[in-house]
């Protein structure tokens, strides 16, 4: 029945992964199913009147991995071809995201079947107001908290506070995180994953010994994880030489100017039209040689057959699941060692914010720029700290490493709370 519902390459990803560590870890054969499978997962379908008029039925989704260490947490996709296999393993990890950095949450992801470029502002607004008027019976600031993802930006999660605040008839900040800052929202948040990404890319250079002003990169993906990224290692002087998004590719090896890159991208929406120089055919960027390769896109982006062809040092995995099994297994294969700063600690710095964001809305007392991003890099320097020795002690991979400490802990606290009844 389990195997039936939660179905497609995303989830069966989630699932090896998770029976690599199961393995790893000698987790016993009939606790592995109730790692795996999420505890709710909530469709909708829901109508949306569009602007010429006609009425247009969308598919929507939630999904709560587990709840043993807090509310759910996780981000809400808006993206043409998602499904609930793509969303639970989306959910799963963010339980491991979550455990690693030591937040009180378990995870979460939702999303709505939907290519949002394809809609006009107002129907952007009605369908996002309807999808959170949708799920209002199974969220809450202490059973689910939304936040952004591909194709959601800080004004949808604005319409979900509103739309939830409604509802109660006060204002409940804290039901979503990533909001406007003005609205709740915190200082850093949007900046958060693209900037972890660069400060982990930056401690991954220094164990390799290589001086950021003499490094190169390659980002693939320029919303809001790849552009910030992009930016924040460009800030140490690393020289951006490739960058790509679902429009365009472009790659020049003298680099490219990142600040006239977000500016195109900020105008246009997409960096199609930046340039009719330096362009590339995508999956060719991929594989040119640089020393930070960034996927901060979609999942598995760097399948076997790439894994192969790479000629980077480092990968550093803004995106969730941008690498698949069967890619680790020939990363780990190559004899040149790539360094993997795995997803669940590369691009934790969005949910570390977040974590911030809920706990100041429930504070109502919020902080400076500089107290966010400086508690956020001590918590990915801690996570980075632990990933890296275990990695060592263990003799495994670092998503090995990550996804055990994560795992570890939510198995810990699911012991402890034991079964109901
Ligand atoms: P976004 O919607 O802001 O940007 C997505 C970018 O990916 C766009 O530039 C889009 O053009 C590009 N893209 C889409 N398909 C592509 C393709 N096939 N090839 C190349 N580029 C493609 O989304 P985002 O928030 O930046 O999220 C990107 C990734 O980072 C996702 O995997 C998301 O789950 C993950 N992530 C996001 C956050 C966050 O805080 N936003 C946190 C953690 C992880």
Redesign the pocket.
Known sequence: MLNSLFTGPVFEMARDQLLVIANHLSIPEDERDWLLYPKRAIVVTFPVRMEDNRTELFIGYRVQHHLALGPAKG?T?FAANIDIGEIAA?AIWMSWKCALADLPFGGGKGGVAVDPRALKPKELENLSRRYMQEMIPFVGPRTDVM?????T?EQVMAWFMDTYSMYQGVTVPEIVT?KPVGTGGTLGRRE??GHGVAFLAFRALDALDIAPATATAIV???????SHAAMGLAARGVKLIGV????AAYYDPKGLDVKALVAHAGRTG?LAGYSSQATIA?RMLLEQPCDVLAP????R?IDADLARRLRCRIIAE???GPTTPEADRVLADRNDGIFVIPDILC?AG??IVSYFEWVQDLQQYFWSRDEVMDRLERALDRSWAMVVARAKRDGVSNRTAAMAIGVERVVKAKQARGLFP
Not at 147 to 151: E, I, N, S, T, V
Not at 220 to 226: A, C, P
Not at 244 to 247: L, M, P, R, V
């Open positions: 981000g996709r989306l936040a952004p993802d591909m194709g930006n990533g958060a994953t693939q993906g320029f919303g809001n994880v790849g790509s998004d679902h429009s997409e995508p901060c896109a979609v999942e982006v803004g995106a969730n691009n969005g949910v």
